[in-house]
């Protein structure tokens, strides 16, 4: 369970508390403050603070004395223009604090992104819950034939059962050892800072995190994407929900240019142009690589 009685009774609190602010607030995110969001068998995230809106987007770009709003239409066309142009500053004026719980193995693809602010909860000063990322069944896959960094079809049968519980087992008794070296119980107990070495990576860790729009808008295009590992790209598909709530002008533009839009090098373009031509452009006629003409392929069959 992501959440505790006594956590959920904390959470609940925090909500019922409210003051009065002149800070421009949203109503789409405030709906999501301090509430956890499930994800994984016992992960979550949840909005801690927020600063800004979509407007304060405008207002930094305008440099403007007001709420830096025109018009609706007007505010967006400028999210839009900014977001194409990667004229990013005006979105580093906008920020989120979520509190995320997610396995060791996530937090340290997560912990790359250097742009962000981060406080995890100490396995020094603390005992780790007996908690583990267990994959769901169909989520149990194969290695992928094709991509060396990917997975391929779920496994299946006895192969399936076993690797499940060869994970639950290991992680017991890991788990098991765990406590007892650091149990004082006729015993001097083993510091918690060592004894967590032999935990596995499936464990639960927390964490606060900070990060600017411009910054999460980078973190996001490259983990709620198809390339991502499954285990991050759904915290970055629960972010992209809540920041859909936040800032949706400036979601939506990311959306478009980021999420659905695609990059292409001088050579992709002048093949495009070829072919709107009627020109039949090859891998061989291209100039492009092997690699780089499937990716293209991908970007300009599919779409
Ligand atoms: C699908 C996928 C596969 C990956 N595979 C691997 C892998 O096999 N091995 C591996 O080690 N990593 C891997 N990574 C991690 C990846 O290389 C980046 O470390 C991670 O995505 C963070 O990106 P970032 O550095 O752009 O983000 P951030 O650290 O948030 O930085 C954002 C931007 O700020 C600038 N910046 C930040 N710090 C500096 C700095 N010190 N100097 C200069 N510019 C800076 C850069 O422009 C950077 O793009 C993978 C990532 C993805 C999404």
Known sequence: MPITQDQQAEIDAQRGQTSQTLRATVSGIEQHLYKAHDVLDHGFIRVIDYMGDDSAICQAARVSYGKGTKSVQNDEGLIRYLMRHWHSTPFEMCEIKLH????????RQWIRHRTANVNEYSARYSILDREFYIPAPEDLAAQSVVNNQGRGEALSGEEAQRVLRYL??????????YEEMISQDDQQGLARELARMNLPAN???QWYWKVDLHNLFHFLRLRADAHAQYEIRVYA??????????VPAAYGAFEDYRLGGAQLSGKALDCVKRMLTGEVVTQE???????????????????
Not at 168 to 177: N, S
Not at 237 to 246: G, Q, Y
Not at 285 to 303: D, I, L, P, Q
Request: a negative charge; aromatic letters at 12%; proline letters at 2%.
């Open 100 to 107: 995320v719980k997610l396995p060791v193995f996530v937090a």
């Open 168 to 177: 639950q087992d290991d992680a017991t008794r890991a788990y098991d050892h």
């Open 203 to 205: 464990i639960y860790t």
């Open 237 to 246: 598909d629960a972010i992209c929900e809540v920041v859909k709530d936040w």
């Open 285 to 303: 006629t291209s100039g492009m690589s092997k690699g780089e003409w499937r990716e293209f392929e991908g970007v300009v069959r599919n779409a």
